[in-house]
């Protein structure tokens, strides 16, 4: 997830001013952390949040397949002794068939989630860097260079551009009733807490441990 995000925000940083960068000479130089300015913003805040409540029910779903397979591992293991042959084998079957749904589920989930919290990055992404563009060029800078993408060892604070770029966002891009609305940087995923841990291709879903063997 971190990797794909940080691509993102890559890509947008080499819209960062491409103007200034090259060809003006000398400037002022500033610094900003994409990543968390979106997330602060009145449409991040919410963006996020309604991202966060549309997946709340796939989650409880998630949940609550995976109670299921625990309590069927639960009954194999302490019962391993008493049920029969063929109960087992029902058991068993039982088990890899819920884990089969639940990983079909979790990589359904992950993936539609992934696909609206990547829109949403990109969406006020490209209008946040118009927002730099704009204040850059008004202001004098040179260079303003995403601190989350490039080491910087020092930087001070009256370059950091970060808390600027955040407000004049929102003067541009309104957000009607967003007052109530939470300061998430970005959503968690639809995700339980895992059994054993599964692949992760945008975020984090489990995957339930293997069923114990009969």
């Known amino acids: 997830m971190r990797s794909r995000f940080s691509?993102?925000?890559?890509?947008?940083?080499?819209?960062?001013?491409?103007?200034?960068?090259?060809g003006q000479g000398a400037?002022?130089?500033?610094?900003?952390?994409i990543q968390e300015?979106?997330?602060?913003?009145?449409?991040g805040r919410k963006a996020?949040?309604?991202?966060?409540?549309?997946?709340?029910p796939r989650q409880q779903e998630l949940q609550r397949q995976q109670?299921?397979?625990q309590a069927l591992q639960d009954q194999l293991q302490k019962q391993a002794t008493?049920?029969?042959?063929?109960?087992?084998?029902?058991?068993s079957r039982d088990l890899e068939e819920k884990q089969k749904v639940f990983k079909r589920t979790s990589e359904d989930a992950n993936a539609d989630?992934?696909?609206?919290?990547?829109?949403?990055?990109?969406?006020?992404?490209q209008k946040m860097v118009r927002v730099i563009n704009d204040y850059a060029q008004q202001n004098g800078y040179a260079l303003i260079l995403d601190d989350a993408q490039i080491p910087i060892y020092f930087a001070a604070r009256d370059i950091d551009l970060t808390e600027e770029i955040v407000k004049r966002y929102d003067a541009a891009n309104p957000v009607a009733?967003?007052?109530?609305?939470?300061?998430?940087?970005?959503p968690s995923a639809p995700a339980t807490r895992p059994a054993a841990s599964s692949p992760k291709p945008a975020a984090t879903i489990p995957k339930p441990a293997d069923k114990p063997k009969p």
């Open 67 to 69: 109670q299921e397979i």
């Open 7 to 22: 691509m993102m925000i890559a890509l947008l940083g080499f819209l960062v001013c491409p103007g200034l960068i090259f």
């Open 113 to 125: 989630f992934a696909g609206d919290r990547d829109d949403t990055i990109r969406r006020i992404g």
């Open 82 to 91: 008493t049920l029969s042959d063929e109960e087992q084998r029902r058991l």
């Open 37 to 43: 300015a979106i997330g602060s913003t009145q449409e």
């Open 48 to 56: 996020f949040a309604d991202i966060q409540k549309k997946y709340a």
């Open 27 to 33: 400037g002022k130089i500033g610094v900003i952390n």
């Open 177 to 186: 009733d967003a007052g109530g609305v939470g300061t998430p940087a970005a």
